[in-house]
């Protein structure tokens, strides 16, 4: 059983920056990918931004130029970067991690971003 912990969210203005952070358990090799998934109340959840054990990377065309995502294979642990926030940016963030491609994976609680003035 993974245990997926994010941290992070917090309440900015927009144009501001936060760095939040998804902790996985176990080792770097039952990690195949990390994601960072997002749900604004009304709206479906949607993927923000994907890193596989590689480093290959995709995001959401909303994020792109603004959100970096990264990881580190030994500490189990992605993070998402997210600069120039908007309010439209506002969404409970969720991290999965998957263990195999294609895998359901496991998700964390969630860290709530709220981007207002």
């Known amino acids: 059983q993974v245990q997926v912990v994010e941290s992070g969210g917090g309440l900015v203005q927009p144009g501001g920056s936060l760095r939040l952070s998804c902790a996985a358990s176990?080792?770097?090799?039952?990690?195949?990918?990390m994601s960072w998934y997002r749900q604004a109340p009304g709206k479906q959840r949607e993927l923000v931004a994907f890193i596989t054990n590689v480093g290959s990377t995709n995001y959401a065309d909303s994020v792109k130029g603004r959100f970096t995502i990264s990881r580190d294979n030994v500490k189990n642990t992605a993070y998402l970067q997210m600069n120039s926030l908007k309010p439209e940016d506002t969404a409970v963030y969720y991290c999965n991690a998957q263990l195999t491609a294609g895998s359901y994976g496991y998700w964390g609680l969630g860290t709530q971003v709220t981007v207002s003035s």
């Open positions: 176990g080792s770097r090799l039952n990690i195949y990918g």
